[in-house]
Antibody, heavy 122, light 103 residues
Framework: EVQLLESGGGLVQPGGSLRLSCADS????????IVWVRQAPGKGLEWVSS????????YYADSVKGRFTISRDNSKNTLYLQMNSLRVEDTAIYYC???????????????WGQGTLVTVSS | EIVMTQSPATLSVSPGERATLSCRAS??????LAWYQQKPGQAPRLLIY???TRATGLPARFSGSGSGTEFTLTITSLQSEDFAVYYC?????FGGGTKVEIK
């Protein structure tokens, strides 16, 4: 059974940092691109970042570029999101998801984690 | 940047009726479009990818169509578990969502 499990969320002050993790099981982790998608309270979905299967290619939304860094450790089947210079508007549930269509340019996210809440507030 | 626009924002439908949700892209996205369903407190669930391919295990009452800039998600004979928010998605962009509520 494919499972993605996020962790690392919490309360942080503006300007602070946080690192999210996404531990994956039930599939060959190193064969898939993985993404982060977030959802602010009561709002819609926002793509945040993507990373290719081998970690060689990374992409970011303009809203987080220069502040967030996506990475992965294929030996640990784990995805990360390092979030620096956090802003109030980064408050959201952060989901990781698998992207089987990444290499063909037709992205779609077929399995999602349950999400981890990040709250940026003073 | 491609903008995905969904309509209507809210759709009121009676159980057993058909629901038709629309998604428009600001420029052609070919058939590279996915649809997701999200219920309160849950993660999104993939329904359709490639504009018309149903995800594994998805009931046949869900269907997707369209290409280029105009796409439709149709749910025939709405069941109680289908009342939720639906999002279309192309690459790094999601539509704003359509909430399907009970009439």
């Amino acid at each position: 059974e494919v499972q993605l499990l996020e962790s690392g969320g919490g309360l942080v002050q503006p300007g602070g940092s946080l690192r999210l993790s996404c531990a994956d099981s039930g599939f060959t982790f190193s064969s898939y691109a993985i993404v982060w998608v977030r959802q602010a309270p009561g709002k819609g979905l926002e793509w945040v970042s993507s990373i290719s299967d081998n970690g060689g290619a990374t992409y970011y939304a303009d809203s987080v570029k220069g502040r967030f860094t996506i990475s992965r450790d294929n030996s640990k089947n784990t995805l990360y999101l390092q979030m620096n210079s956090l802003r109030v508007e980064d408050t959201a549930i952060y989901y990781c998801a698998r992207d089987p269509g990444f290499s063909s340019g037709s992205d779609y996210f077929d399995y999602w984690g349950q999400g981890t809440l990040v709250t940026v507030s003073s | 940047e491609i903008v995905m626009t969904q309509s209507p924002a809210t759709l009121s439908v009676s159980p057993g009726e058909r629901a038709t949700l629309s998604c428009r892209a600001s420029q052609s996205v070919s058939s590279n479009l996915a649809w997701y369903q999200q219920k309160p407190g849950q993660a999104p669930r993939l329904l359709i990818y490639g504009a018309s391919t149903r995800a594994t295990g998805l009931p046949a009452r869900f269907s997707g169509s369209g290409s280029g800039t105009e796409f439709t998600l149709t749910i025939t004979s709405l069941q109680s578990e289908d009342f939720a928010v639906y999002y279309c998605h192309h690459r790094g962009t999601f539509g704003g969502g359509t909430k399907v509520e009970i009439k």
